[in-house]
């Protein structure tokens, strides 16, 4: 069965930090990697996907993966409140069409 | 809009009722998913199509659960019997039919069950 791990927090962080986010995947096989942003009682929203082992920037955000200790974090810099949310780390297999989610750790940052 | 559109957007029922959400996808997305999502879990996987094609169902969409996608465009989600551990969010996705696209969500239909 393919699990997506994540701590869920919450993380707490002051404005202008850097928050790292952590996701572990079971499925070695698992070929795409992404991160959605889940506001309270909203519905999850891309903020980013990553194939290939190593860094992604995009903006305040940076995604890195290592497909060898199947392990893959999101790092927010200048971290605002408006980031406070869920961090859902999702993970497709290969041959699968569909993603696995883990359960999201809830981010917080103060003023 | 462009995006997802689910609907209702929210729906309380009494148990034993039949409820209906229908989802519009993307233009041109020929993949659609149905997901559910509880307070404090990522969202499960149910079903998916590929146009009209329902391809894949999850152990989790028990009988009482049944999914069309009659033209390859909307989509309904229907549950019979509703149930009060029915009670969620009801999330559709939708994305393009190419290897590693990307799976964008509708806002989602809440259920409630009484």
């Known amino acids: 069965q393919k699990e997506v791990e994540q701590n869920s927090g919450p993380l707490s962080v002051p404005e202008g930090a850097i928050a790292s986010l952590n996701c572990t995947y079971s499925?070695?096989?698992?070929?795409?990697f992404f991160w959605y942003r889940q506001y309270s009682g909203k519905s999850p929203e891309l903020i980013m996907f990553i194939y290939s082992n190593g860094d992604k920037e995009d903006g305040r955000f940076t995604a890195q993966l290592n497909k060898a200790s199947q392990y893959v974090s999101l790092l927010i810099r200048d971290s605002q409140p408006s980031d406070s949310a869920t961090y859902l780390c999702?993970?497709?297999?290969?041959?699968?069409?569909?993603?696995?989610f883990g359960k999201g750790t809830m981010l917080l940052v103060s003023p | 809009d462009t995006g997802v559109s689910q609907d209702p957007r929210h729906k309380i029922t009494k148990r034993g009722q039949n409820v209906t959400f229908r989802c519009d996808p993307i233009s041109e997305h020929n993949r659609l998913y149905w997901y559910r999502q509880t307070l404090g879990q990522g969202p499960e996987f149910l079903t998916y199509?590929?146009?009209?094609?329902?391809?894949?169902k999850s152990r989790l969409l028990s009988d009482r659960f049944s999914a069309e996608r009659p033209k390859g465009s909307f989509s309904t989600l229907e549950i019979q019997r509703t149930e009060q551990g029915d009670s969620a969010m009801y999330l559709c996705?939708?994305?393009?039919?190419?290897?590693?696209?990307?799976?964008?969500f509708g806002e989602g239909s809440w259920l409630t069950v009484v």
């Open positions: 199509f590929q146009n009209e094609a329902q391809l894949e």
């Open positions: 996705a939708s994305s393009l039919g190419v290897s590693g696209n990307t799976i964008y």
């Open positions: 999702a993970v497709k297999g290969s041959g699968y069409s569909t993603l696995t």
């Open positions: 499925d070695r096989g698992s070929q795409s």
